[in-house]
Every structure is written in C-alpha cells, then in structure tokens.
C-alpha cells in the first residue's frame, strides 16, 4: 500500500492550477454530454496515448503486433514530431502513455522522449515485454524520470509464460526488472513504480497466486491483473480462463459467448484521452488497433485543431446516439484491469 501511496502521491505533485482547471472542464463536458445526449466538449485531453512503434520482438496470438496482421504501415514514431505535439498539449495534460502496439524499447530514441516529456512536468507511462532492459538500457530508463514501468509476465515458468508471450524469454523478463529495481536502489530513485502486469489467461490461471509471491520476492511495487481481450469471441477460445471473474465473457444459452458488460451509449474515453500511432495519426482510443477510425493527421494539423473538429465531434455523437453500431466498440469493455 505504501508504494501505490507514493506512486499517487508522485502523479498528485504534477498538478497544475491549469492542469486541475482543464480536468474540470472534461469532466462536466461529459457529463453534459452524456445528459444531453449530444456532444458538448470544454477542455483538451487529459490523458495521451503515444504509439512508439508497430514493431515488435514477440509473437502473442491476441496482438496485432505479434500476429503481424496490420493493415497499417509499420514504423517508428519521428522524436520532431512528437516534441511538436507535446509542445502544443503539455500546458493541460496530466498523463502520457508510451504505448499503443509494438514494443516500446526498440525505438532508439524512446527513452530521450520520455525524459522530454517529464521535464514539461507529464506523469510518464509505458508498457513492456522487458526483454531490452539490459543493465545500461535499466539504468537510463530509472535516468529518464519515468514515472511508471508495466511489465507484462504472464507466466512463472517458462512453459506457462511463452505459451501466449510466444518468442519470449522469462528469465529475460526477469533479469530485466532486477536490473530496473537495483538501479532504482543505487540511484536512489522513487521512479519508474514497478508494476508486474498478469494477463489472465487458462493456461496461466492456476499460477496468480505465484505471480503475487515472484512480485513480493523481487520487490516489484505492485501487481495487476488483466483480463484478455478474444478477437473471435463468439465461438469460445482455449484463452479464455474457467475462472469467470477474470473472463471478460459470458456463455449464453445457446453455447455462444458473450461480453459481460452492457454497452452503454457512452464513453468517457471519447472525452477525456486518446491515442496518436507513431505516424501521427490521431485515433479515439486503444480499441481501434488498425486505426481504422482516423480522426486526424497531426502532420498536417494541431491537435487542438484535430481535438475540436467536425469529425471528432461527429465520432462522439454516433457513439451518444448508438455505440453498438461502432465497429471497434464492439468488443470494448471497461474495467479490464482487476486490481489486488
């Protein structure tokens, strides 16, 4: 509890009367929004999501990335743009996360736009296989004033963890966070807040309690559960673990299945975030993988520009009036993490 406290606390110390003022205004736009049932908007977004790069080492059978099934180009994220962009939206934004697909640390500069991005005050965030984090790499990471590391460890063995991290290495996994946490100790830092993220899947079930034990025994900060998200869903699928509170799904009546959740005509995402591909797009949110909803190109316009048009606003008023109807929304669920 006390490092989740000092990781709060860290987030908290980044506010801003302008920050605080612009998260306000969000707020009781959605609000309004939601009531009205059409779209009002006040305010620039309060979280980001930049994608670094498409490219990745490994093969997981969920993930665009791995599955090497994009539609899109691959590439990586230019470091001129994405200082343009920060430049135009560090005055309100609260929270920056390095990832969307791929793998963040094989960008060659994705550890100098972290740093970029904290010395304008931004809670930094990324995600990782933790398969770069060699000592000189660990050490630089701690350097670059990252606030938070995701590790995603879905096994604690090898034979359970590359049975979805297909092409991976645990105990790659694992020597990287040791050298994470050691340089955090030597360099007496309170950065980046360890998280060991846990995608609950049936061939991993069974080992949750060991991932809460292996997290305890490294000194990682905390623990996160994940549910999975199944592309094909409907028909079941060997991922989807027996034990229903970490299943996204549903089996009906008739054998099919089903997400648990009710899709309500709403969305706070819409509001509040959103992501940028490493070519500049701007799409709604983390579920549109192939960025087939693009809202934007910030090559060619400002993101306050982007944030506030026609065809933004014309996006969150199709989801007001009937979001089962949006392709991408179709198999979105909130509440995807469990938290210990």
């Given at each position: 509890?006390?490092?989740?406290?000092?990781?709060?606390?860290?987030?908290?110390?980044?506010?801003?009367?302008?920050?605080?003022?612009?998260?306000?205004?969000?707020?009781?736009?959605?609000?309004?929004?939601?009531?009205?049932?059409?779209?009002?908007?006040?305010?620039?977004?309060?979280?980001?999501?930049?994608?670094?790069?498409?490219?990745?080492?490994?093969?997981?059978?969920?993930?665009?990335?791995?599955?090497?099934?994009?539609?899109?180009?691959?590439?990586?994220?230019?470091?001129?743009?994405?200082?343009?962009?920060?430049?135009?939206?560090?005055?309100?934004?609260s929270?920056?996360?390095?990832?969307?697909?791929?793998?963040?640390?094989?960008?060659?500069?994705?550890?100098?736009?972290?740093?970029?991005?904290?010395?304008?005050?931004?809670?930094?965030?990324t995600?990782?296989?933790?398969?770069?984090?060699?000592?000189?790499?660990?050490?630089?990471?701690?350097?670059?004033s990252?606030?938070?590391l995701i590790?995603?460890?879905?096994?604690?063995?090898?034979?359970?963890?590359?049975?979805?991290?297909?092409?991976?290495?645990?105990?790659?996994?694992?020597?990287?966070?040791?050298?994470?946490?050691?340089?955090?100790?030597?360099?007496?830092?309170?950065?980046?807040?360890?998280?060991?993220?846990?995608?609950?899947?049936?061939?991993?079930?069974?080992q949750?309690?060991?991932?809460?034990?292996?997290?305890?025994?490294?000194?990682?900060?905390?623990?996160?559960?994940?549910?999975?998200?199944?592309?094909?869903?409907?028909?079941?699928?060997?991922?989807m673990?027996?034990?229903?509170?970490?299943?996204?799904?549903?089996?009906?009546?008739?054998?099919?299945?089903?997400?648990?959740?009710?899709?309500?005509?709403e969305?706070?995402?819409?509001?509040?975030?959103?992501?940028?591909?490493?070519?500049?797009?701007?799409?709604?949110?983390?579920?549109?993988?192939?960025?087939?909803?693009?809202?934007?190109?910030?090559?060619?316009?400002?993101?306050?520009?982007?944030?506030?048009?026609?065809?933004?606003?014309?996006?969150?008023?199709?989801?007001?009036?009937?979001?089962?109807?949006?392709?991408?929304?179709k198999?979105?669920?909130?509440?995807?993490?469990?938290?210990?």
């Open positions: 509890m006390k490092v989740r406290l000092q990781d709060h606390v860290n987030m908290l110390s980044k506010s801003s009367l302008k920050r605080v003022h612009n998260a306000a205004r969000v707020f009781s736009s959605y609000h309004t929004s939601t009531f009205t049932g059409k779209p009002a908007l006040r305010g620039m977004p309060i979280s980001l999501s930049f994608e670094p790069t498409t490219s990745c080492n490994l093969r997981c059978p969920e993930c665009p990335s791995g599955l090497r099934s994009f539609t899109r180009p691959t590439g990586m994220l230019q470091e001129q743009l994405f200082r343009k962009v920060i430049d135009q939206v560090a005055p309100t934004l929270y920056l996360t390095f990832y969307f697909q791929g793998e963040p640390f094989l960008h060659p500069q994705f550890l100098d736009m972290v740093k970029y991005a904290s010395q304008k005050g931004i809670y930094t965030a995600s990782t296989n933790a398969h770069y984090l060699k000592d000189d790499v660990a050490k630089a990471t701690v350097q670059s990252l606030d938070r590790i995603s460890i879905d096994g604690t063995s090898q034979d359970t963890y590359q049975n979805y991290r297909i092409g991976g290495s645990l105990n790659k996994v694992l020597e990287g966070t040791q050298n994470i946490l050691r340089w955090k100790k030597e360099l007496k830092s309170k950065t980046p807040h360890v998280i060991f993220q846990f995608l609950v899947v049936k061939p991993n079930e069974h949750i309690p060991e991932v809460y034990a292996l997290a305890d025994q490294l000194g990682v900060d905390d623990v996160v559960l994940k549910t999975a998200q199944i592309y094909d869903y409907k028909n079941g699928s060997p991922l673990p027996t034990q229903d509170r970490y299943s996204r799904y549903r089996q009906t009546s008739d054998g099919t299945y089903a997400l648990k959740n009710k899709l309500m005509n969305c706070w995402k819409m509001w509040h975030s959103c992501v940028v591909t490493w070519d500049g797009k701007v799409v709604p949110c983390c579920f549109d993988k192939d960025a087939h909803f693009v809202l934007g190109d910030l090559n060619e316009n400002t993101f306050e520009e982007i944030w506030n048009s026609d065809k933004y606003n014309a996006f969150r008023a199709s989801l007001l009036r009937s979001r089962s109807e949006i392709e991408i929304c198999n979105c669920t909130e509440g995807t993490k469990i938290f210990a």
